[in-house]
């Protein structure tokens, strides 16, 4: 089986393309920064792993992620290699992302940044998806 959990904070915003001809399949890409769990001297304490998301889901992460975000995502490792320019094999691992999901709260959010979250009376603290927006989600 090939299943891999990871949550962890975006290092930048998705970077969106579409594939070539008429219906090109949307493809995004983003890293996230996934803590380690034990800490050692002279280490690195996090690892960066590059994530690839397909279709409607891309469209989601472009519009909806950006960075310092906290996301989880679930799906497939895959690698693979290529030939550079330099005529030198590079090979390559990645997350081929089958669900993702905002791992934090806006409050939380805005509060990791050190800012104040500006919320209305009531207001659990939770963006409110826009009228319309229902055939966008990636989910029911």
Do not use: H, W
């Amino acid at each position: 089986m090939n299943k891999a959990i990871l949550v962890g904070r975006l290092t930048r915003d998705p970077e969106l393309r579409y594939g070539r001809g008429e219906n090109g399949t949307a493809v995004a890409r983003y890293t996230i920064a996934v803590d380690r769990r034990f800490k050692r001297e002279n280490e690195a304490t996090a690892d960066f792993i590059p994530c690839v998301v397909f279709g409607r889901s891309a469209e989601f992460a472009e519009k909806y992620f950006c960075q310092g975000m906290r996301i989880s995502v679930s799906g497939r490792i895959q690698t693979g290699s290529y030939t550079n320019k330099d005529g030198i094999k590079v090979y390559t691992t990645e997350v081929i992302v089958e669900e993702q999901e905002f791992a934090e709260s806006r409050s939380e959010r805005e509060a990791s940044k050190g800012e104040t979250p500006e919320m209305m009376p009531g207001s659990d603290g939770f963006m409110n998806i826009p009228d319309g927006i229902d055939d966008e989600l990636p989910f029911n």
